[in-house]
C-alpha cells in the first residue's frame, strides 16, 4: 500500500508540474525538416508586445508582464503565452510577449509604458534547438553554437542573430524545463 501511494503521489505530481506549461498557447508552425539536432519550422507574422534592457532582464520582463497584466488602454488582462523570446544586439537585450492569437495590431490594447510597444514580427523559416535545464545566457550561447554549426554543416544560412526561447516559469524544475535557441535562416 505505501508503494502504491509513493507512486499515486509521484504521478499527481508530474502531472501538476508538467501540466502548467501546457496550458499556455504557444504560436502554429509549419515543420519542414527534422533532424537530430534541429528543426526547420515555418512561422507565419506573430504579435509581440516588445521591449528593451540595457543590463539585465527582469525589468523588461517586468515592464511585458505589466503590460499583459492590464497597464493597457482597456486596462484589460491578456493571457499569458509562451514561450518569452529574447535576443540580444549591441544595445541590450530585447524581450518580446507572443499575444494570443485573437489580437491583431488593430485590436491589441496599446501599452501605457512607452518603453513597451506592439510590433508585429514578420513570419520565416527557423532553424530551432530544443535543450532542457535552466535557461541561463550561458547555455544558450553554447546551444547556438550547435545549432550554428550544424547549419553551417549542411549550408543554411543564418539571417538573424541568435533568439532564446524559454517556455517554463521559475518554479518549474529543471528537468521539467523546455528552451529553445533559434536562428531565422534562408530556406526554400
Keep these: ?104 495590431i488593430q485590436n491589441a490594447p496599446l501599452p501605457k509604458d512607452g518603453d513597451v510597444e506592439l510590433v508585429s514580427l514578420t513570419g520565416g523559416y527557423y532553424a530551432v534547438i530544443k535543450y532542457s535545464g535552466r535557461p541561463t545566457t550561458k547555455r544558450h550561447k553554447i546551444h547556438a553554437g550547435y545549432l550554428k554549426d550544424a547549419l553551417n554543416k549542411h549550408s543554411i544560412s543564418i539571417k538573424s542573430g541568435p533568439i532564446q526561447a524559454i517556455y517554463n516559469g521559475p518554479f518549474t524544475p529543471f528537468f521539467f524545463r523546455r528552451n529553445e535557441t533559434m536562428y531565422l535562416v534562408n530556406w526554400e
Excluded: W
Excluded at 508552425?29 to 521591449?51: H, M, P, Q, S
Design 1 to 104: 500500500m505505501k508503494y502504491f501511494f509513493q507512486i499515486f503521489t509521484i504521478k499527481i505530481l508530474l502531472f501538476v508540474l508538467t501540466g502548467t506549461a501546457m496550458a499556455y498557447e504557444e504560436p502554429t508552425f509549419k515543420l519542414i525538416k527534422n533532424t537530430d539536432i534541429y528543426e526547420i519550422r515555418y512561422y507565419g507574422d506573430r504579435l509581440v508586445a516588445t521591449t528593451r534592457q540595457i543590463s539585465g532582464e527582469d525589468r523588461a520582463f517586468r515592464r511585458l508582464f505589466n503590460y499583459i497584466s492590464g497597464a493597457n488602454d482597456n486596462s484589460s488582462k491578456i493571457s499569458m503565452t509562451v514561450p518569452v523570446l529574447k535576443s540580444d544586439d549591441r544595445s541590450g537585450t530585447v524581450m518580446h510577449f507572443i499575444l494570443p492569437k485573437n489580437y491583431s
